[in-house]
């Protein structure tokens, strides 16, 4: 009988180069300026299940959902060989 959980597959060596997908983009700020955000005032965000303020859209549904993915994208390279610590998805060079 069969273990009823997935076996790990074989780690690949992951270079630099495999790799530039996930690099984060540089040009990200030359499109988005402070002042565009600053003139929306106290706007609500409208989104398929309503509205909400700006800060709690960001608290309650934006950044939980940018920190689900970036552990996940860690998990995943993890699993597929990438030797990734919890250093890396905190952001912390080593030494």
Do not use: C, W
């Amino acid at each position: 009988m069969q273990p009823a959980y997935r076996t790990r597959r074989p780690a690949t060596q992951a270079t630099p180069s495999s790799l530039h997908a996930f690099k984060a983009p540089s040009t990200t700020s030359r499109f988005v300026e402070p002042a565009h955000f600053d003139s929306l005032g106290e706007a609500p965000i409208v989104t398929p299940r309503g509205t909400a303020r700006r800060e709690a859209y960001l608290r309650d549904f934006a950044l939980p959902n940018f920190f689900f993915h970036l552990a996940t994208v860690h998990a995943i390279l993890r699993h597929n060989g990438v030797p990734l610590g919890k250093l890396d998805y905190l952001g912390i060079k080593k030494p």
